[in-house]
């Protein structure tokens, strides 16, 4: 662990460099997530929804402590960053895919075995909760994958954990609001996270080419940094030209 501290202590940019990526990986992972979750509880009653996702917190919360134990184990495989990469360039195929053929990301939970098997001998409630665990479990392994995939330091990987968890209950919410009010944020959020999965899958260059030039910018401080500007700018860029020129134009403006 002293070790790990004092990576921090020597590359205090570099690390923060990590965590500003983390926040926006594990705060748009989570919108998904509480997407997907706000789908399942849809056709409870109005008085059991809230209490079905406050099960479903509790459940990510521990999910996500178990999958910290294991957090020392993975980063051992060098093959997790690519392999990460993949996920993240998938997550934003998969959207731009579904935004082209106007699909929409609903789930049916009828169609689970275990909701199905578990319906009738625990009743709408407690079917739906069960399968929310299962979801938070699925959820809680892609959120400790992706922060592994991005460092090998234990303590940012705890952290990174804990930004997952306060991710779910306030980061999601105001990502949710603002989405609502810039719609083409959305667009810049998955972008974001297109240009974070391609950096992670150079990582086999780093892995195959140590020694060439362009490992060497990849494995570099200043392209940490650099990358953390980028995204943030990905952001800031159509926030400022909505604001100023209203275009792309925020819900609710009037040309």
């Known amino acids: 662990m002293n070790v790990h501290l004092q990576q921090i202590l020597d590359n205090p940019l570099a690390a923060l460099a990590i965590v500003g990526n983390l926040v926006i990986i594990e705060s748009l992972l989570s919108v998904d997530n509480a997407a997907v979750l ?31 134990l294991f957090a020392s184990f993975l980063i051992e495989f060098w093959f997790l960053k690519p392999l990460g990469g993949l996920y993240l360039l998938y997550l934003t195929y998969s959207q731009f895919r579904g935004r082209g053929s106007g699909g929409e990301d609903d789930v049916d939970k009828r169609k689970s075995w275990l909701y199905r098997s578990t319906l009738g001998l625990l009743g709408p409630f407690w079917a739906t909760v069960a399968l929310i665990e299962l979801m938070d479990l699925a959820f809680s392994i892609d959120n400790v994958f992706a922060v592994v995939a991005f460092t090998d330091n234990l303590i940012l990987i705890c952290l990174g954990v804990f930004i997952g968890i306060l991710a779910m209950r306030l980061v999601a919410q105001a990502f949710v609001l603002l989405m609502a009010r810039y719609p083409f944020l959305e667009t810049a959020a998955f972008l974001v996270i297109g240009v974070l999965g391609l950096k992670l899958l150079l990582s086999l260059v780093e892995h195959y080419l140590p020694q060439s030039a362009f490992s060497r ?18 952001f800031l860029g159509p926030l400022a030209s909505s604001y100023f020129f209203n275009y792309p134009r925020r819900r609710g403006s009037v040309r």
């Open 217 to 234: 910018f990849l494995g570099s401080h200043a392209a940490d940094a650099g990358l953390t500007v980028l995204t943030v700018l990905m």
């Open 38 to 68: 706000a789908t399942m509880v849809g056709d409870l009653p109005r008085e059991q929804r809230q209490k079905a996702l406050r099960y479903g917190i509790i459940g990510a919360y521990v999910f996500r402590g178990l999958c910290i």
